[in-house]
């Protein structure tokens, strides 16, 4: 019997985060740049060298790459292309809808509003239409400000 609970609490929690609002891969921007699947060139050629770069390991994929450290923000590079990234300051903004962290999450009611309703955890997920990621759109669970957005593998 608690097999059976647990298992369909588990499957309505996926069904609510599948009923998520999704987005175009190329409408994912940052300060108005394309990112994702791009060359690295364009992170530096817009956003300055990085602090440092660090080794990462794609799991998934079996393969070696790099991670593009700068002051709140991190871009995890594969094959020379922008795979995926995570940002926590204020001076990056997230698409056109200009999303910043500190925006109260309220903010994307009208401009996601069925992830927005699907909300939970103090988090919100985007799924990316036309690839294997989504966007997390993390806040804090008592001012309800965005404090990180991030772009993850399914």
């Given at each position: ?6 298992l369909l ?24 740049i394309?990112v994702?699947g ?13 602090i440092?770069?660090?080794d ?9 790459g790099?991670?593009?450290i ?10 020379d292309?922008?795979d995926?990234?995570?940002?926590t300051?204020?001076?990056?903004e997230?698409?056109?809808?200009k999303i910043?962290?500190?925006?109260k ?7 996601f509003?069925?992830c927005?309703?699907n ?18 759109i ?6 309800e ?10």
């Amino acid at each position: 019997m608690r097999i059976g609970i647990s298992l369909l609490l588990f499957l309505a929690t996926m069904n609510t985060w599948s009923q998520s609002s999704d987005i175009k891969k190329k409408q994912i921007t940052i300060n108005g740049i394309e990112v994702l699947g791009v060359q690295k060139a364009v992170l530096i050629s817009h956003f300055g060298k990085p602090i440092t770069t660090n080794d990462f390991y794609f799991e998934m994929n079996d393969e070696n790459g790099k991670i593009y450290i700068y002051e709140g923000a991190k871009f995890f590079i594969q094959n020379d292309l922008i795979d995926s990234f995570e940002v926590t300051d204020q001076k990056f903004e997230l698409t056109n809808h200009k999303i910043r962290i500190g925006d109260k999450i309220s903010t994307l009611a009208d401009v996601f509003p069925d992830c927005y309703l699907n909300r939970k955890n103090s988090g919100l997920q985007l799924e990316i239409s036309e690839a294997d990621l989504y966007v997390v759109i993390s806040y804090g669970s008592i001012d309800e400000k965005i404090t990180k957005f991030a772009i993850y593998n399914f």
